[in-house]
């Protein structure tokens, strides 16, 4: 079979504050004057949106581009990005309103309050057949725990190490408690309407889950996959690498269907392995790579970094095939040194504060796009 690269775009939420860490919103000030970014209900934190593409170099631009614009935004203000997925130094008690008169955002707050407010990378991948579509989010909803190992970068909350590596997803509201590993498109059409029928789903938008179908005209019309699990990567190279082995699952799938569609290839019920993933995706939250988690194959135990591993070497042949080892191989790095809650861990126990961590953090995030934009510049 002739593979072909599928098109990938992100959804890239940010928090924006001072060099010392503090959080400080501003998101209705930059969507009115950088049209690239919406802001979010509370103003401390905004999204932009990259351009579909297959190709990994324009993909790489298309997440610098809003985010250097960003910055030259900010600096005059004593302003700049900021790292990692929560409300690091706080204050989670306080919701900052990005605007009062929105009926949608006044519900967020009522309803969640600051356990929504967080930054993230939603990854899309383009897949038009839905028999394919559906195949794919069954197998990367079993999968969806290690690609949140790979990009947790949420160890703290108000100034205080949680005990969780990603606390952006065991705080973030799940919604419906229960979702089902969908059967097939009409079954995911059904379980939309009853779900909205029974106010479970206050729109079509309220499926909060670890991945989901997308597209024009939910739940009716689909175009891709949208995996919402990662916490903030703010280095591109390792972005791009996650993504890389998102696909690399996903075009190995279509190659081999009765292989890799756990409906098809698993010793355990749809119902069962739907349990054994929300059960992973906390594991993960909780102890990232050093997780334990349930295979979904059969359901037994394995550490999250060996099955990590394992996919790597799995999809390393069809890697080579497509040109794509580049890509994929800072994913090695991750696994040697740790994700950034890890980093970061290990460096608070050291005896750094949480500010001096994050401090550190703003510092390689602004030199990791330098670097970027310099390799690209020599392409």
């Not at 775009?9 to 501003?26: I, S």
């Not at 973030?172 to 059409?189: A, Q």
């Not at 939309?192 to 597209?215: A, D, F, I, K």
Request: glycine share 4%; net charge negative; aromatic share 6%.
């Amino acid at each position: 079979m002739d593979m072909k690269l599928l098109l990938k775009g992100f959804e890239v939420e940010l928090f924006t504050g001072r060099p010392n860490g503090e959080h400080v919103g501003v998101a209705v000030e930059v969507s009115q004057e950088l049209q690239e970014f919406v802001k979010e209900p509370d103003q401390r934190n905004l999204e932009y949106i990259t351009k579909p593409s297959s190709d990994y170099s324009l993909l790489r631009e298309s997440l610098l581009a809003p985010r250097r614009k960003l910055r030259s935004w900010l600096r005059p203000k004593g302003l700049t990005l900021l790292p990692g997925s929560t409300l690091s130094l706080g204050d989670s008690k306080r919701f900052e309103r990005s605007d009062l008169s929105n009926p949608y955002h006044d519900l967020i707050e009522t309803s969640y309050g600051t356990k929504v407010v967080t930054a993230s990378i939603h990854i899309n991948l383009g897949l038009e057949d839905l028999h394919l579509l559906f195949a794919a989010l069954r197998l990367v909803r079993c999968e969806a725990s290690l690609l949140l190992a790979l990009s947790a970068s949420s160890p703290f909350l108000d100034n205080v190490p949680t005990g969780m590596h990603s606390q952006r997803w065991s705080q973030f509201p799940l919604n419906p408690n229960d979702v089902p590993l969908f059967l097939d498109y009409e079954h995911y059409v059904r379980w939309v309407e009853n779900s909205l029928l029974s106010g479970v789903m206050r729109n079509e938008r309220h499926l909060w889950t670890s991945v989901r179908p997308n597209g024009p005209r939910r739940p009716y019309e689909l175009n891709r996959l949208e995996l919402r699990i990662c916490d903030l990567i703010t280095d591109p190279s390792v972005l791009l690498a996650v993504t890389a082995l998102l696909e690399l699952r996903v075009l190995s799938l279509i190659k081999e269907p009765e292989k890799l569609d756990p409906l098809k290839s698993s010793e355990l019920s749809e119902i069962e392995l739907a349990v054994l993933s929300d059960k992973n995706d906390l594991a993960a939250s909780k102890d990232s790579l050093d997780a334990a988690l349930s295979h979904w194959r059969d359901g037994s135990l394995i550490i999250c970094r060996d099955w990590i591993k394992d996919l790597v070497e799995e999809v390393t042949p069809l890697a080579k095939e497509l040109s794509m080892l580049d890509q994929l191989s800072p994913l090695a790095s991750v696994l040697r040194t740790g994700n950034q809650s890890m980093q970061w861990l290990q460096d608070y126990s050291q005896g750094k504060s949480i500010q001096s961590v994050l401090k550190e953090g703003i510092s390689a995030m602004a030199i990791e796009e330098m670097q970027a934009s310099r390799a690209e510049m020599m392409l």
